[in-house]
């Protein structure tokens, strides 16, 4: 083999590479819609109270959280006992943004709110989320129930 022929190469998987890794978003980026970094169906683990953790066993209940987009726009839906509980319109990009604490504060149907925090692995890629309850006004003083997510089916990614 030439040294040209190793060099195109050496180019080539270098150029692959880049792609590959700029393709995979590890920092959500809120100008995106939510559904194409955490499009897909999360498992409920468990709700955080300031006074009590409670399981799914718990509460008597298994619950579904889907994030989903179509053409039309993006969703949020909750399946509880595997029967449609709620569902309701994300805004299309989040009202505040914080970076440091990973947070993501959206407006859900009509005049409600939801703060979503992502949860990274040890790779630094989204591996579960909690969020607050759906609140009709928002206020970090409301915000002390979480519900924490594990991914459990990806949504297909729209690029």
Do not use: W
Request: hydrophobic letters at 30%; proline letters at 4%; glycine letters at 6%.
């Amino acid at each position: 083999m030439k040294n040209s022929q190793i060099v195109n190469r050496f180019n080539t998987l270098g150029l692959l590479a880049f792609l590959l890794v700029s393709g995979c978003k590890k920092e959500p980026d809120p100008s995106l819609p939510l559904a194409s970094y955490l499009g897909g169906r999360y498992e409920l683990e468990k709700i955080t109270t300031p006074s009590r953790t409670i399981t799914p066993k718990i509460a008597g209940y298994h619950e579904d959280m889907t994030l989903s987009s179509d053409s039309k726009g993006q969703y949020i839906t909750y399946y509880r006992n595997d029967t449609l509980s709620y569902q309701a319109d994300i805004s299309g990009t989040p009202i505040e943004s914080d970076q440091k604490v990973k947070s993501l504060l959206y407006k859900v149907g009509a005049s409600s709110y939801l703060k979503i925090y992502l949860l990274f692995n040890a790779s630094n890629v989204v591996e579960s989320i909690s969020t607050s309850s759906i609140m009709t006004t928002y206020s970090a003083q409301a915000d002390t129930v979480r519900s924490y997510y594990t991914l459990t089916h990806l949504e297909a990614r729209k690029r």
